[in-house]
């Protein structure tokens, strides 16, 4: 088993005013080289922005794109002609593929938004562009695991183009779970959205995250009421002309 542990206040950070961002991975103007992705995980973003502000229009391609919203909400508009608002309880993917513009504002004028903002390197390359929401029951995910992303359009979650299968849990002090991986040569990067847990005997705390490799299951256990995100993603990268 491989392990790589990223501690909250080591992360990258940006301020700009309107928009309070932590950045897992290299991002923008946070460059770290040992910071570049986990597999095929490329960007973990645990954003805030001010009532009313947000981000204009602007183009992605070739990733696909995932906002799990953790309070307020986020109205989102793109070139596809989808305009929504996603709030804590949902889940959006983008799979920008041959090339999109999307803009994404706080629609409230007194209060803040906070979100996470995921981009995995797709599993094909140019493919047409689509969307996803899916709303879900913030009660399915107590001292359980909460599928919230899948490659397959028939499981349960947004669905991705890329072999990644993502969950969500709120697990109760003293409790445990455990975690099978799904795919051929995956690996999961852990998220703890708050609390503390152990995985598989690693420690962490609130907004921690951990890296594993080379292992087939996962045990979780909660020293705290605890939140956390599992992604489990592929390890090697695309070819770039896949």
Known sequence: ?????????TRGHADHGWLKSYHT?????YYNPERMHFGVLRVLNDDSVAPGMGFGKHPHDNMEIISIPLYGDLEHQDSMGNKTVIKEGDIQSMTAGTG??????NKNKDKEVKFLQIWILPKKRNVTPSYDQITLSLEDRHNTLQQIVSPDK????????QDAWFHLSNLDSGKSL???LKG?????YA????GDVSINGVALSTRDGLGISETDSLKIEAGTDAEFLLMEVPMQLPSING
Request: hydrophobic share 40%; proline share 0%.
């Open 178 to 180: 455990d975690y099978t």
């Open 154 to 161: 028939d499981d349960s979650g947004v669905t991705i183009n």
């Open 1 to 9: 088993m491989k392990t790589l542990l990223h501690k909250a206040d």
């Open 184 to 188: 051929e040569n995956t690996g999961v």
């Open 100 to 105: 999109v513009f999307h803009s994404e504002y």
């Open 25 to 29: 991975f290299s991002f923008a103007n």
């Open 191 to 194: 998220f703890v959205l708050k």
